[in-house]
DNA sequence: CTGTGTGTTGCCTCC
DNA sequence: TGGAGGCAACACACA
């Protein structure tokens, strides 16, 4: 028999631990073993990242490297800059390959890819061996239990994996790592296509990265942020799996802290050290196995006996909330990260609105500009402008660090969306996914339609305020000291609602509440911080009404009407523009506040005025004519 | 079909 | 100072 000559192909799972796809590749005893990874255009051009994130992953790969040479001197991990599609099967015949082995994938991109590759192998004569390790259960796994369908809520979850069987326990590391054979790269190398390029405008330098496929001193070396023409990461937050594991064992060192966690008690305005575990970026890498943290949650919560936290609170529910998206963007592939063509996804006529590619129907990346005042409000509240200092410091911390505590994400996220400027949740989706370390697609998409009331969620009326949320949490507005410093010496009393503060105040703390948050930069520099975008009570009940509308209409994603547009036809017209996501009435600007069009409406005598009354129409079946969003207004503010 | 219980994490007022 | 209740009320699973 011929002795196994097997390529590891690394990926999103770049530790050594708890990985059920190496051990199948070691247990293979090869007679030569190949760590690689493929630095892939595919990713490296498609995937919006900053400096944060891709610095993260040159962490994960340099410690991943180092724990291999430490177990053999001769190995490390091998990067090769060419697609996997076109290089792999070059490297099948010119290394004699036997096996290619590597960790199951579940996003879009890779399952196409994944194929791709199996494929080309197969007809190579190479045998592919996939083990499932990213998630506590194999997420196609999930979706087979769940009757093919999206796990959309935590008891599906579970039910579909108590069905499966108990989470696997978690494998020790390798303690040897076999020589690699020869790496001859006598075949020519394929250039990528670098055109188009997410990440164009963040580089400062043009990406040198693919001029030869062992790197510029060929020796296989990991990239570094110049050679990929980026500008230095600003994080604090480094990656690897010594570093994981290190961070893991000083959690589970605190038994308590561990098994009486409950994330909803955490809190988002904490820093320095944050109060939750800070783990998930390691997840997202494959530095860290969740089944890892899983078990010694369990354990911990056994230790401890009476009091431990429970799911979905608790350390383990925050898991299976992972593995419940994984499942669900499983189950629907591609279109579970946009609302057009997901049938599980409420379309709710937001502003600035993704386009479509005509032949696909996936989101391009471009917007349609419905409203040139709610594009100013997206660009306030990406740089941390918007004038509500809450959500500008989260902005901040978020641009800055490439992390901020779930309910921090909450709280901006619900501004962007239901509870402020009613703005598509695909915008807010995408600076995430440029900032976040953690960045996951299904998770992030999937928090996306939970806050803004798409999916998961639809109690659009518990509202986060940009004020009182964020002083439940941190009275003396710490946080925003820290990353407004435009504000660290305003009174308590006003840095919530620093437009509320008498000049004289203002005058004190050396700060001055202008501006249109659009023509300064943020910072303490100019001595301003800008006024608030808009009265966040007004925007509240404006957005409430348009969900209801929405909800009474009741179209998701996948329905005719919103893939042909009649769906225009189904919202009630001419007042409501807000609604039909065509609100233009800024053009000649000076305070054009939406809330203008509904104070108009309250006046016009058309509302019944009892809060009862809205409650009852709404409980009546689909209604031909809803209930205007005046009437809504006024019986709300009652 | 109808009713009921549940759903990770709201805000405000009151005591 | 923290917990309970009111607010007005959706979607889904399940019986």
């Known amino acids: 028999m011929k002795k196994p000559r097997v390529i590891y192909w690394f990926r999103i799972d770049l530790r050594l631990h708890d990985s059920p796809a190496l051990k199948a590749a070691l247990d293979l005893e090869p007679a030569a073993f190949w760590p690689i990874f493929t630095w892939d255009p595919h990713y490296v051009y498609r995937a919006r990242g900053g400096s944060n994130r891709w610095q993260f992953l040159l962490d994960c790969q340099n410690d991943l490297s180092n724990s291999i040479t430490k177990l053999n001197p001769k190995s490390k991990l091998f990067v090769l800059r060419e697609a996997p599609q076109s290089l792999l099967p070059k490297l099948f015949k010119a290394w004699k390959v036997t096996h290619l082995v590597f960790e199951k994938d579940t996003d879009a991109y890779a399952i196409e890819r994944d ?69 001859p790269l006598d075949f020519v190398q394929d250039q990528p296509v670098t055109k188009p390029d997410v990440n164009a405008e963040r580089r400062s330098e043009s990406d040198t990265g693919y001029h030869s496929i062992a790197g510029p001193n060929g020796d296989f070396a990991v990239e570094t942020l110049e050679e990929l023409g980026l500008p230095a990461a600003t994080t604090p937050h480094r990656g690897g799996e010594t570093v994981a594991l290190k961070m893991l064992a000083e959690i589970v060192a605190d038994t308590k802290y561990l098994a009486t966690f409950e994330k909803p008690k955490t809190s988002p305005a904490q ?21 890892l943290l899983y078990w010694r949650a369990e354990e911990a919560a056994k230790a401890y006996g009476k009091g431990a936290s429970s799911p979905p609170v608790s350390m383990t529910g925050q898991l299976l909330f992972r593995d419940m998206y994984f499942a669900a963007h499983a189950a629907l592939g591609p279109v579970f990260t946009q609302t057009a063509k997901n049938p599980y996804c409420r379309f709710i006529p937001w502003h600035l609105p993704s386009k479509r590619d005509p032949e696909t129907g996936l989101v391009t990346g471009e917007y349609h500009v419905d409203s040139k005042q ?55 989706c995408e600076v995430f996914e440029e900032w976040l370390l953690d960045h996951e697609p299904a998770c992030n998409a999937g928090n996306w339609q939970w806050l803004s009331c798409s999916a998961f969620f639809s109690q659009y009326f518990r509202c986060y305020s940009p ?27 006003y840095i919530y609602e620093p437009w509320k503060a008498p000049i004289s105040v203002q005058k004190k703390a050396g700060v001055r509440v202008t501006g249109d948050g659009l023509s300064t930069e943020p910072g303490a520099g100019s001595g301003t911080y800008p006024k608030p975008m808009f009265d966040f009570s007004e925007r509240r009940q404006v957005c409430i009404a348009a969900l209801k509308t929405a909800y009474d209409v009741g179209l998701h994603g996948a329905d005719a009407p919103v893939l042909d ?74």
């Open 271 to 291: 820093f320095e050290p944050q109060s939750t575990t800070l783990l998930s970026p390691f997840f997202h890498f494959g530095a860290l196995s969740p089944r």
């Open 374 to 428: 709610a594009d100013d409000w997206l660009k306030r509240w990406r740089n941390g402008m918007t004038g509500f200092p809450w959500i500008d410091a989260l902005m901040r911390q978020l641009k800055h660090d490439g992390w901020i505590h779930h309910l921090g994400r909450h709280s901006v996220a619900c501004f962007l969306t239901r509870g402020g400027c009613y703005i598509d949740w695909e915008r807010g």
């Open 565 to 638: 547009g009649t769906w225009r036809d189904m919202f009630p017209s001419d007042e409501h523009a807000e609604i039909q996501g065509r609100f233009l009435s800024d053009d000649d600007g000076e305070g054009a506040d939406n809330g203008h069009v509904e104070e108009a409406h309250a006046g016009d005598g058309a509302a019944s005025g009892d809060k009862r009354t809205a409650g009852k129409a709404a409980a009546e079946k689909p209604k031909k004519k809803q209930k205007t969003m005046a009437d809504y207004v006024i019986s709300t503010r009652k």
């Open 467 to 493: 004020i009182a949320f964020g002083q439940k949490w941190d009275k003396q507005g710490e946080l925003i000291r820290r990353w407004v410093p435009e504000l660290k010496d305003l009174d308590a009393k």
């Open 115 to 183: 194929n791709a590759v199996t494929k080309a192998a197969e007809e190579a004569g190479v045998k592919v061996i996939v083990r499932s390790g990213r998630t506590l259960w194999d997420s196609q796994e999930i979706v087979k239990q769940h009757g093919g369908k999206p796990t959309m809520s935590i008891t599906q979850l579970q039910a579909a994996g108590n069905r499966i069987g108990p989470v696997r326990k978690p494998i020790p590391a390798p303690n040897h790592i076999p020589d690699p054979g020869e790496m």
